[in-house]
């Protein structure tokens, strides 16, 4: 791989700054934030990587600070974070954000048009990046990289064993979308790098769209620079003195861990363990941090409820005086938390139910501290490399005690694990190794040439400034005739451009439009995003979205998978294409898009299922679609979405409506288009066919060049449910 390589790394939920990160704060900033910063700088400073950029939410919130409503922020030596606004401008937990990612996408694009930039590769950490990612990579036309980080499946088994009923869990969590969201991006993902092969032999095995040959096994990195040295004196001193308020005699060995505050992270079996342990408890001190906290009242829920038991189990083990619970601490101490502890020759332990990375436990090994580790996950692969401590069943409170004191107890001990974790941590968990092994799985998957970052030609599409997007009209012969008029005259001075999404066959499409007299379109898209054509007289076909539909596309394969499936029938031949496969559900048979699309993973193929009227059923290629070709072309035509009007009036139009164009639903749309909520740039209207289409572009002041504002605030308090959605394929 000869070329210099432009990367854009997606990570939307938590708080993301390129210096202090508020690891802890809450659920959703933790681990995975700090790894994707880590790695993007690491990226950077590759002789290989000319830029790399990641690519995050934009937050306006006076509970958090104002660095996180910087649009850019530069981490130098090529790297950047990039900021997208998307619906509500509040700092949202993971779990709601879901409405807002299709207007991410929108904003997304626009940025990148703007830039006019074309990156090299796309990766996607987490189900809600995947969501947003998958989709940029795919109107983009670049290889989708895909880390799950923790997965929504082994999630929900997870607290199905520990007693949550579905019911609950899903109102709560809004698993099925997120799992629907890791299905698809594995179903996208040219590479899906995990890093343990715990992780793909026992979680995302679990996934319909699992393929071995995808995933790649990278260890993952660890700031080391932050632990060589002497360390920052100011913070050590600090944190020492934070110590001094809680210990009757610091100087004993120290049982650390550093967690969120979260019922996954078992603090309270470390309490117990430590607590239970006579001889722990009058040789050594037990020292937990777990994030930052004012009051408990403030805290969130689920911390709030972790720390109502850690101080319970503290006082009914009278632990005062052998263990410290500090309050606050700034990004800059936690270095200095790992040095203290090893200063007195202590242990680091992660007694978690689940650990699918383990950062926590490369940072204590290479400030050289043993570890006592959950046998599960990520710990499994750190320990066999670095030699340098004991697995636990987590489950198992006096196993943590125990393995705690035989390191603690022989200090010759002691000293031979934590000089075998610095030594090994930094030959197999450095950036440098960590991002050689990336950059090296990754050029497997990239494209030999570069795709070229030319924006095409706008030629005659130049004269549109407006731009409508809608199917064909399924009744016109009975509109009024002076509605029928008025909108044919809206195309005629060719500054309103006219973009037909339908179902139908190019020359089926044609057909109609010239039989009923339509508008001549600008851009005609049809077979459900299968093929895009410019122009009318002379029409052009987009030969290079016709090449990326076909990504992984095996139209034997699905009419194969089908052929006896009960209740369902092909459709006549006129209305099958080489890039869609068109069939009829029975009248009265129950079945459902998730079931069809099930169906489809389990034959081991990657496509994408549409229902519409509740009996036309469509399998398009997984990079196909209506909602990906309009974002194509906007991208690829320089197209300002709030200068695009769409009218729903087909199921199959609801991926396109929910993002950032300005949409209406007909009043005789199908009933899952009147389903969505309406919010700002999706507005129901009460008139069916052609009148609700002009009662949208009134309701939009369309012409007056004034696009209502994105998405009004929403706010969702962390005790409030979350709102139930569906997302497309």
């Known amino acids: 791989m000869n070329r210099k390589l432009d990367i854009l790394h997606f990570s939307l939920h938590g708080l993301i700054r390129g ?59 090529g790297a950047d974070i990039r900021r997208i606004e998307a619906g509500t401008r509040r700092y949202l937990r993971k779990e709601v954000l879901w409405r807002h990612l299709d207007a991410f996408i929108d904003g997304t694009l626009a940025w990148l048009r703007r830039e006019r930039r074309v990156p090299d590769l796309i990766h996607a950490h987490y189900a809600d990046a995947g969501y947003v990612g998958r989709q940029v990579a795919a ?13 929504g499946r082994v999630k929900r088994q997870r607290l199905i064993d520990g007693g949550v009923d579905e019911e609950t869990i899903e109102r709560k969590y809004n698993l099925a979308v997120r799992i629907e969201a890791e299905e698809l991006s594995l179903e996208a993902a040219s590479m899906v790098c995990t890093s343990t092969r715990q992780e793909v032999e026992e979680q995302y095995s679990m996934y319909d769209r699992y393929a071995e040959e995808s995933m790649r096994v990278i260890p993952p990195g660890v700031d080391l620079t932050r632990f060589d040295g002497e360390g920052n004196t100011e913070a050590y001193e600090s944190v020492d003195a934070k110590m001094k308020r809680f210990l009757n005699d610091p100087s004993k060995p120290a049982v650390f861990t550093i967690a969120r505050a979260d019922e ?44 109502t038991e850690l101080l319970r189990l503290i006082d009914d083990l009278d632990l005062y005086g052998v263990c410290a619970v500090p309050k606050q601490h700034q990004s800059q101490e936690v270095p200095e938390f790992y040095r203290w502890a090893a200063a007195r020759k202590g242990v680091f332990v992660n007694p978690a139910f689940t650990e699918p990375f383990g950062l926590t436990l490369l940072e204590a090994a290479a400030a050289n501290l043993p570890l006592v580790a959950t046998n599960d996950g990520g710990p499994r692969d750190i320990l066999a490399n670095c030699k340098n401590g004991t697995l636990v069943d987590a489950m198992d409170d006096k196993a943590i005690g125990d393995a705690i004191e035989e390191i603690v107890a022989e200090p010759d001990h002691q000293q031979k694990l934590a ?23 990754l050029s497997k998957v990239l494209p030999a040439e570069p ?18 997007v809608m199917d064909l009209p399924p009744h016109l012969e009975e509109e009024p005739p002076e509605l029928v008029e008025r909108w044919r005259q809206l195309f005629r001075e060719g500054e ?64 194969d998978a089908f052929k006896d499936f009960p209740g369902l029938s092909m459709q006549p031949e006129e209305r099958q294409h080489e890039l869609k496969v068109s069939l009829l559900l029975d009248e009265g048979v129950k079945c459902t898009r998730e079931s069809l699309q099930r169906h489809l993973r389990e034959a081991g193929l990657s496509a994408k299922v549409m229902i519409t009227s509740g009996c036309f059923v469509d399998v398009l290629p997984i990079r196909s679609g209506k909602d990906v070709a309009v974002r194509y072309i906007e991208m690829k035509w320089g197209i300002d979405p709030a200068r695009v009007y769409c009218y729903g009036t087909y199921g199959n139009d609801s991926a396109v409506i929910r993002g950032r164009l300005l949409s209406a639903v007909a009043a005789d749309s199908d ?26 572009l009134d309701h939009y002041r369309f012409f007056e060049d004034q696009p209502p504002p994105l998405p009004a605030e929403e706010y969702y308090s962390e005790d409030e449910e979350v709102p139930a959605i569906e997302i497309e394929p």
């Open 19 to 77: 210096q202090n990160l508020e690891l802890g704060r809450d659920p959703d900033t933790g681990g995975q934030c700090l790894y994707v910063l880590e790695l993007v700088k690491a990226l950077a400073k590759h002789e290989q990587v000319s830029r790399v950029t990641l690519v995050t939410r934009r937050v306006f919130d006076p509970r958090v600070s104002d660095d996180y409503a910087e649009a850019v922020e530069d981490l130098g030596d």
């Open 139 to 151: 109107v983009l036309g670049v290889p989708f990289a895909f880390t799950g980080h923790s997965l």
């Open 264 to 307: 996954r992270k078992n603090l309270t079996g470390l309490v117990r363990a430590f607590g239970n342990n006579a001889w722990l408890r009058e040789n050594a001190n037990l020292v937990l941090v777990g994030g930052n906290r004012e009051t408990l009242k403030k805290l969130p829920s689920g911390a709030r409820k972790v720390w």
């Open 419 to 441: 000089k075998n974790g610095a030594e090994n941590v930094r030959r197999f968990y450095s950036w440098d190794a960590h991002v050689d092994s990336y950059l090296s799985e």
């Open 671 to 696: 009933p899952v288009l009147r389903r969505l909520r309406e919010r700002p740039r999706l507005y129901h209207c009460s008139q069916p066919g052609l009148a609700g289409f002009f009662e949208g």
């Open 451 to 468: 795709r070229s970052r030319e924006p095409g030609s706008r030629q005659y599409l130049t004269r549109s400034e407006h731009w409508i």
């Open 496 to 559: 309103v451009g006219m973009i037909f999404a339908t179902g139908l066959s190019y020359s089926e499409a044609r057909d109609v439009i010239e039989r009923l007299e339509m508008p001549r379109p600008s851009i005609l898209i049809t077979g459900l995003g299968a093929e895009i054509h410019y122009g009318w007289k002379t029409p052009i076909k987009d030969e290079i979205w016709n090449r990326q539909a076909r990504l992984r596309w095996n139209r034997d394969g699905v009419v």
